[in-house]
């Protein structure tokens, strides 16, 4: 799986940059077809902000964020979001319910 983390307008240390590629290896045991996911930390002020942007097989784009007070909480709190995400999409395409197909009566 493929990740990115990108920091705008602020500088976090680079310990947070390694500890949000950490968090986001960790997604894909929860659905093993991600394909990438992307964290997006931005600072507004004393509001920390963490998006995060799973792209999964047949090509659905999955998204979740957070605002927090800290940095750390902001990531844990958009980690876990998308694990529940995920875990969603996961149980969907397993218990098959997708639309179903219509048969013509006649």
């Keep these: 799986m493929k990740t990115e983390v990108a920091i705008i307008h602020h500088q976090y240390p680079a310990k947070i940059r390694e500890h949000v590629a950490n ?20 600072r507004d002020h004393d509001i920390h902000r963490a998006e995060l942007v799973a792209n999964v097989r047949r090509g659905v784009v999955l998204v979740v964020d957070a605002k927090r007070e800290s940095i750390s909480m902001a990531i844990d709190e958009a980690v876990d979001r998308m694990a529940r995400v995920l875990t969603k999409h996961k149980d969907k395409l397993r218990n098959g319910t997708r639309r179903k197909s219509r048969t013509r009566s006649s």
């Design 23 to 42: 968090k986001l290896q960790n997604l894909v045991k929860y659905f093993e077809g991600t394909v990438s996911v992307r964290a997006v930390l931005e």
